[in-house]
């Protein structure tokens, strides 16, 4: 059984279109379907003649599913980007929703879980009440005050987060602030905003290394790698200078470094931006460490804190609250992530 890094090594040969000699296809499809990811190996090997025929039959039949999830998800957000409009409101389309409308009803290489919204907090009320109007109803929210809420309708494949901000990357990163990085976007007759595609990158950036923590635990969602380098293999590309300007801050630019050497090293995508810096390398090193000794995770992370401590970032939060958050980094775990 090869190791998790060289099962990783093996699977992202394959999202680059190559099939790698004495590949262990078990394995291979195992971490596919653990960071969800096998709807893009299907796309990647469509048409590769040395993909085994039952895997060739396996990942057709994932890319079907797929098609089939997105049209009913792309119906159930067209839906719900109508009722808000109806009230005067139109969301900022976030992570995977934003992705969904790029690629449209039809899209096969890309699953997703949930559908992401942004709206002003202002806003907040007045679109909740559209939403309840056709359906969703609130349940236990992920978010904190004033950050959001979560809805769902059990008919439909996903549920609806609607965001007011970012979480646990400052106040600041709120609907207002993204607003003026996106442009209007029609899906349907329906009407939201898009963030270009800088934005959406710095997206996927924030919530996995700062939101989620996993600058500080060495952690990798390979999903959002693969839309990374989707959006920067896009015809606009991504403006590495602009991308660089939404991390004002020296840890969050560390952060964007480490993602962005992260991308190159297993997707060979190269996006500019400034790598320069010790912590950067440190923790470049823990990451390829981490994937051959996974059990030093929590030593790598302790020290993490120490080099490059995270509890600036939460400055707003009581003593509590950052106990849950260092209980969070330390003990939570997610199947999906490497």
């Known amino acids: 059984m090869p190791s998790v890094a060289g099962a990783l090594s093996d699977l992202c040969q394959c999202l680059k279109g190559h099939v790698p000699p004495a590949i262990d296809w078990e394995a291979v499809l195992g971490l596919a379907n653990r960071t969800l990811v096998t709807p893009a190996l299907a796309a990647a090997l469509?048409?590769?003649?040395?993909?085994?025929?039952?895997?060739?039959?396996?990942?057709?039949?994932?890319?079907?599913?797929?098609?089939t999830r997105n049209r009913l998800m792309h119906v159930q957000l067209i839906e719900a980007l109508a009722a808000c409009n109806a009230a005067g409101i139109e969301p900022i389309l976030l992570k995977g929703a934003a992705l969904l409308a790029r690629r449209g009803r039809d899209c096969a290489d890309r699953l997703l879980t949930d559908l992401d919204l942004m709206v002003r907090e202002e806003e907040g009320a007045r679109a909740i009440a559209a939403l309840e109007s056709i359906g969703y109803r609130r349940f236990s929210s992920t978010h904190e005050h004033g950050q959001g809420?979560?809805?769902g309708r059990e008919r439909d494949a996903g549920g609806l987060d609607l965001?007011?901000?970012?979480?646990?990357?400052?106040?600041?990163?709120?609907?207002?602030?993204?607003?003026?990085f996106c442009r209007p976007f029609a899906i349907g007759a329906a009407r939201a905003a898009m963030p270009s595609p800088a934005a959406l990158a710095a997206l996927f950036v924030l919530h996995d290394q700062l939101q989620e923590g996993d600058y500080w635990r060495g952690r990798i969602d390979l999903r959002h790698l693969v839309d990374l380098s989707a959006i920067a293999r896009d015809e606009a590309g991504i403006d590495g200078a602009e991308l660089s300007a939404l991390f004002p801050e020296a840890r969050?630019?560390?952060?964007?470094?480490?993602q962005l050497d992260t991308l190159a090293e297993w997707l060979g995508v190269r996006i500019a931006g400034d790598r320069r810096g010790?912590?950067?390398?440190?923790?470049?090193?823990?990451r390829r460490e981490q994937l051959r000794r996974p059990g030093r995770e929590t030593a790598f992370t302790l020290a993490s804190w120490v080099i490059d401590p995270p509890f600036g970032l939460f400055e707003h939060r009581g003593a509590a609250a950052r106990g849950r958050e260092v209980r969070r980094m330390l003990l939570e775990k997610k199947a999906t992530k490497v």
């Open 149 to 151: 809420v979560n809805l």
């Open 46 to 67: 469509a048409s590769d003649a040395d993909v085994p025929a039952e895997v060739a039959s396996l990942l057709a039949v994932i890319a079907e599913r797929t098609v």
């Open 278 to 286: 010790w912590r950067v390398s440190f923790q470049d090193w823990r």
């Open 252 to 258: 969050a630019r560390r952060a964007l470094a480490v």
């Open 163 to 180: 965001h007011y901000r970012l979480k646990r990357v400052g106040r600041e990163r709120d609907a207002a602030w993204l607003a003026a």
